[in-house]
């Protein structure tokens, strides 16, 4: 089975935004092949915008010259990735990534290069041409690359097969697929011929949607669909949308399970916007998370078993950085638990618990989402004898309580 | 702790109408106590309009004349409550539900009688007029007795703690308080004094709130000021709803915990209606559910681990609806699951698991929401040895697979 | 006809609010007959709470016992209205009013008070009881008085009948009929039924709809089965309804015509709120509108042909304010023009023109919206030879501009 | 003054589509100037997709090649527009029909090629490029030629200068703009920047924004901005719509005036769709309204001051349709009448009245707006001695009143 537990990973927006190249993606892969695959971790992905020779930030040009080739599938910029010449595409960097014992993922847009319509090319392997099946009114609202397809279009099916065989043949694992997942219900059937794709082409894809909010009233269409999907617009290292994310987990919670897992966004953790003019300011090229939000940020994650996508540069990672995304018995609940369930949340804390599917007790999260001091106590409704403190390893044999920093939480193994 | 466990009884609506009479109540009690009571139902439920004497339907008759003591409290009907003479009230009814095992509920309409209000009364216990604690903009949109509160006069809360009073005196144990569970926002801070009231009542009482449904965004405010609350309107014996309630069961499931339950109404099982003109018409008198989708009802209810109030007349119960009733492994899912979860929900077909909060194993359930036979398998994420159906007895190693008739359910206890 | 051209008159809401005596009412009546009657004025209406010996301010006293006949009908409080003694009613204060040339009308509350249908009192003229017209879930969101009634019963026809019938016995020449205007679709037929039975009652009876807005999208029913009909909420002496209702009387301009005319509501000028605790505090007891102000309001209501209500307590009159409400030629419009048009509304400015239906020129007038001083110039598309500005006198040959002061308006006659 | 009086003219769209030819245009010019001209007809306008080579039907292909210039300024399509050679553009056609005594228009749509934005085009007379001007995301919804322009941007400015200096060179006199009118708010900036460039262009142009329905709360905008601006969506030859167009035009009318114009489409009679496949169908090629019908929508139009554009192919009209736009004191009524106001609307009939801006009398209109026939009484508030029915002639002292056929009108000069 695909993503049969939630996807780990890096992916490169947050610290590279559309300005990712080669260099920084093999070293971000050597990093996690060093450090954090032991835990878990092992998609490396690159974001967007890979066929843009001239972009330098996170921003988009209108009416860019887009690498493709003669059948209107974008292959890499080669200024930006060398070791695609000679049209090897991403093979070289999939084979890399792979050597390293990891995956090795990619960004699309829906749909297909604009100036390939427009130009009228044939689509690869199929006796249609591009202009038969791009939708010239369906444009994504924040991007300005690309038509989407016209879904019932057999000229449609025969885009997207092209491009997954192509990815196919990079060896491609994962493939992010971008303006889509809260384009309900326009791009309903679309979502579907691209995941007929992926799982047609010869090769185990990951297909992950994006940006959310993808509606909750097509959950049921998500999961057949997709194996991730993003529950919220960008997160970024702010505190209100993590504060928000409570909300949204509690309503998505019920939907997650093998295959497919509701998606609360990368990790903005470590180096960030290392692509933007104003990495020089203080504290803009690293997250504005506190130490407390990060962990509150994890355990959320991962009582939520959101699969987990750290966002930083990650060879600039300091120790407190590395440790976080380190905590075995916390990266475990995501491997182990099911069922999770809020037990409350209000505008000053919330309470989590999540059964272990083996029967050996439960894990217990307390978050203080107050902006002061505050002791929370987790009341679970089954019994346990003894409790052990993920974070800071305590062990407990009373009430699950803790004072806790503003915005930090606690999350205990219950037996 | 009240309602550590979701709360099970009878009560006379679905039967009885407006015109539930103490004879019908001693009967349902008595058939209560002898068959019923060893699988853990317990509370007896004199629903709406036992204030008044001329109802002899399910209709309400506006400006009639309701039975009340000089204080504005209503009291029973005595020609439809004979023990209640002398002042008495619900007392010598209480004693003999008490007598049995049992507990006693009443219901009620929020607010306080419209002519008490006109008439100037005076609030009992307090120095206010029932005038000062009337709101004459505040009314229900289904019944004409009453007036709301305006909770924030301190008039409001002497009253409500007036009637709570009278309650405890009586020996109430459960309140059914009605025209409130879906009047958010305007009737929040009334729901926060009747709770109060109860609470300081000096007498154990369980909350309930109707009718639905409330909205899931004041979840919260719900589990902590009442016990159980309706997350639908008024459900009868009809296919659609029931079907429906899958998906309000989905988004409510999460709430459901010791002492706040969210409550999918009344059983329509056996015989309904009985004081209805047409309880002569083929049919009417009895529920129109079949037996499958009464064990689809069941099975779905004692997965959210929803209150289950049996709404039948229970002397008249037939052999396969008192069956249906004391299946104890079913009924056991409510007291000894936790963390019940959809694994999804189609127009065909649905499959919930929940743990046991003990670690020994889970159930697993599967419904046919189709209107033709089908095989539904439910593929848990946990590992189990065996399993049990529970509905039939039989035992299986393999896959959790069951050939289903329209509409019907299985449930499996799987170790 | 009935309202052949847009009533005029006095009402006492804006002066005496809940509290308007027998004594204010002759006293106005008397001040209209001396100074108003010659340039049109002719209604003496009396406005809320009249059946209610206890009102003294502006405000609504709940449950409060109002002075009615045995047949559930309203009768003006004998401590307010002492000429209503020995069940003559309003009878003898309309001959008083009639004696002076003037018409007199009075203020009702759709449907009956709430506590004649609690006591279930006969209906005049009729075998129902009042407890069978009224609607126990057809309240006023704002006044706590009354029932509406079942409009589709006999009753509510016989109870409605049964008031204006009494209203003729007394000499009423004019109903304003509340709570009703903006309660579409719900009381369309109740107006219905009222209307019915003010044409069927024997004498000519204006019959005026309140409060506003009355929806746009009903203006025809408004046409066939009111006299006149709010289009705003209550008005009162601030400029930002003022500024408002430019944009009202563009939309509304297309219905005024014989018998049926959009009403802008009473005219707050001279001294206002006679009834208020805060009379004391300075200017709160006279309107707060400048002069300017004053001249803006009165040009287009009479442009738009709004019936005219004077708001304050007559007597009280200062010299501006008489002289504005006895400026003939701007009188004259609202009996001389039709089809008015608005040529433009902008935030700063508006401009209007009325054709003269004698053929004989037209009207166009020029507002200054704005906070400062501004020249406003119109231009009709018809030629013209003189013009005569109303409020100044001034004549002019050249164009149509005027230097106007903030929120002042100008009103030519050309010819 | 541009538009002084409503515009009257011809239009290419109801009969030739997407598919006109220089060739279709010159026939219905030398018509107008024949037998139209005298009355008042004096615009030839070509419609939509006149620089698409491939056009043929009423229909637009995706990603077509379009004629256009260096600069991404469209050129006629020389296979269609065959005098446009050697880069004279509409020039020579343009001539020919001023030779006749007429005015010559064009459609646009608003923005510029796509084609022209991809390909980097510089715009004429600036320093820009056509990509600086384009917004990538601003599409038509249902024509797919187009990108709209970022407003904001000075390349917008330039970009629509430069083709309006074209459209001067060429000499056109009116320009309808399409994709644009019911486009508010986004587009609220770009029209002000299209009538600029109209009004800089040194020439006199009509400005005429589509489609409808533009929002009636935009009025003053479109006032100050355009000439004349759609009411409605497409106007075709079915009664529903035409019925409808009552309430729009009740709604608009007190914003008709010089140089403003509220359009209530094309008039559909006539040889219409000439291009369709199904012209063979018996009727498709010809109006499916009734004569009836034609009168009302002629009468409606004219009371409203609407433009008036036949869309049929004139040279095929026959004796009726030649009869009916060519009623010289029907048409008078646009060039003299003003404030027109209906007197009601209702399912069954409507009643207007348009007073003379000469003070000679007025106009007034009646609808039979049911499906039988129906006697229809007009009684204006203004009285009057005589009245000629200017569709029939006749004569009348008595009231205004006319037995009319279904859908039929009548239209009286009163004196």
Redesign the interface.
């Known amino acids: 089975m695909i993503a049969q537990y939630p996807p780990m990973g890096w992916n490169s927006w947050d610290c590279w935004g559309a300005a990712v190249t080669e260099d920084t993606v093999r070293k971000n892969a050597d990093y996690m092949a060093q450090y954090l695959k032991p835990f878990g971790w092992e998609y490396v992905v690159v974001d967007i915008q890979w066929a843009q020779p001239t972009a330098k930030t996170h921003e988009y040009i209108?009416?860019s010259e887009l690498t493709m080739d003669e059948y209107g599938r974008l292959t890499p910029a080669l200024n930006r990735f060398p070791s695609a010449a000679d049209g090897r595409g991403f093979g070289p960097l999939a084979e890399y990534v792979h050597g390293l014992g990891l995956k090795f993922g990619i960004h699309i847009m829906r749909g297909m290069p604009?100036?390939a319509?427009?130009k009228?090319l044939p689509i690869e392997g199929s006796e249609y041409t591009c202009?038969a099946a791009?939708?010239?009114?369906s444009?994504?609202?924040?991007n300005?690359d690309m038509y989407g397809l016209r879904a019932d279009e057999p000229a449609a099916r025969a885009y997207y097969d092209s491009i997954f065989r192509l990815y196919a043949q990079w060896g491609v694992d994962f493939v992010k697929c971008d303006d889509i997942a809260r384009e309900y219900p326009r791009c309903e059937r679309e979502i579907e011929i691209i995941s007929l794709a992926a799982r047609n082409c010869g090769r185990d894809m990951v297909l992950s949607l994006s940006p959310g909010p993808a509606p909750l009233d097509r959950a049921?269409h998500l999961?057949t669909w997709a194996n991730m999907w993003r529950i919220t617009d960008d997160f970024w290292d702010e505190w209100r949308p993590l504060k928000g994310m409570f909300e949204r987990a509690?309503?998505w919670?019920?939907h997650a399970?093998?295959g497919h897992w509701p998606d609360a966004d990368m990790l903005p953790v470590g180096a960030l916007r290392q692509c933007y003019d104003n990495t020089q300011e203080p504290g803009k090229g690293w997250t504005a998370f506190t130490q407390e939000e990060q962990r509150c940020m994890m355990t959320l994650w991962c009582m939520l078993r959101s699969p987990l996508m750290a966002g930083g540069d990650l060879p600039k990672n300091d120790e407190f950085t590395l440790a976080l995304l380190t905590n075995g018995p916390v990266l475990e609940i995501e491997k182990t638990s099911?069922?999770?369930?809020?037990?409350?949340?209000?505008p000053e804390e919330s309470a989590w618990?999540?059964?272990r599917?083996?029967?050996?007790?439960f894990y217990a999260a307390a978050f203080n989402l107050s902006d002061a001091p505050r002791a929370v106590t987790v009341t679970p409704?089954?019994?346990f004898s003894a409790a052990r403190e993920l974070w800071t390893g305590l062990e407990t044999h009373g009430p699950l309580s803790a004072l806790l920093q503003p915005h930090d939480a606690a999350v205990w193994r219950c037996e």
């Open positions: 209108p009416f604009r100036t319509a427009h009228g202009a791009a939708d010239p009114n444009i994504c609202a924040w300005p049921e999961k509690e309503k919670c019920v399970g093998p099911w069922c999770a369930h809020p037990l409350y949340t209000t618990i999540a059964p599917r083996d029967g050996q007790g409704e089954a019994p």
